[in-house]
């Protein structure tokens, strides 16, 4: 089982290896593996200085592994070609800015970076879309979108469930803003309907900012130098902090 495991994997290797140089993204040195028992869908890491592409026994035998590869391949393209969204140094001086040095508690800082991450997630899929025929597989993605787009904290009762919730409207904003930016036909209008009911279950005042997050994420410019995009994230953070303060 564990050979034949091995064995497909290297196959999809070859392939997403292949699909990416042919778009026009070569990358190299990448390592890809297989943890059974990883109980998401993957990830990428890095050991030795060497990326490393992480795919789960459900994404490979969910059929999924191939969209997942490219898509973490997506995110060492941009690493390895000096995308400043990709550039941790550039990120953690930012956070640290934004933050005013300021001693923030783990989940503040978990927080951050997860929205950092959907940035980055935009830019890696980006490249996911040059790949894939978005007709195609259209049902699939509007599945994995909802799947961003979560139930609110109805009443939050300290300053941890304020940032629950502001992560969770730039969650569905990511959602939303990944179809519109890569032209993904939102099928019986599944996404839009459940952000309208997610806004409407947050306080108006957080639920205004909503399209501020949605738009910054729609129009992120491919070509971006490091000033550009140290002043995108700085304003993008900062409202986010202003949002946790929101009741």
Same mark, same amino acid.
């Given at each position: 089982?564990?050979? $034949? ?6 196959? @999809? ?8 140089? !042919?778009? =026009?993204?070569? +990358? ?8 059974? #028992?990883?109980?998401?869908? =993957? ?18 035998? =969910? ?5 997942? %590869? ?23 001086? %930012? ?13 503040? $800082? ?7 991450? /959907? ?20 049902? #699939? ?11 609110? @904290?109805?009443?939050? !009762? ?20 990944? @179809?519109?930016?890569? /032209? ?14 997610? @806004?409407?279950? +947050? ?15 729609? #129009? ?7 000033? $550009? ?19």
């Amino acid at each position: 089982m564990k050979k $034949e495991q091995n064995k497909r994997l290297e196959k @999809l290797k070859t392939e997403a290896f292949s699909l990416m140089e !042919k778009a =026009g993204f070569h +990358v190299n040195n990448v390592a890809i593996v297989l943890d059974e #028992n990883l109980p998401y869908m =993957g990830h990428t890491t890095e050991i030795d200085g060497v990326p490393v592409v992480v795919v789960s026994g459900m994404a490979l035998s =969910g059929g999924m592994a191939l969209n997942l %590869i490219i898509h973490e391949l997506g995110h060492v393209y941009r690493t390895q070609s000096g995308h400043p969204s990709h550039d941790s140094e550039l990120i953690s001086s %930012i956070v640290s800015f934004v933050v005013h040095g300021k001693v923030i508690e783990p989940y503040q $800082e978990e927080a951050l970076y997860a929205i950092i991450n /959907n940035l980055q997630d935009l830019y890696s899929d980006d490249i996911y879309f040059k790949i894939f025929d978005k007709g195609k597989s259209s049902d #699939n993605i509007n599945e994995f979108f909802l799947g961003w787009i979560h139930t609110p @904290l109805k009443k939050a !009762k300290n300053r941890k469930d304020q940032w629950i919730n502001a992560g969770y409207l730039l969650s569905a904003a990511f959602a939303q803003a990944n @179809l519109h930016r890569h /032209n993904v036909k939102d099928k019986g209008g599944l996404v839009e309907n459940a952000v309208k009911i997610f @806004l409407s279950q +947050v306080s108006p005042t957080m639920a205004v900012k909503y399209d501020f997050f949605k738009n910054l994420m729609i #129009n992120l410019p491919e070509k971006v130098t490091e000033k $550009e995009f140290e002043k995108i994230l700085i304003n993008y953070l900062a409202e986010f902090i202003k949002l946790t303060n929101v009741a």
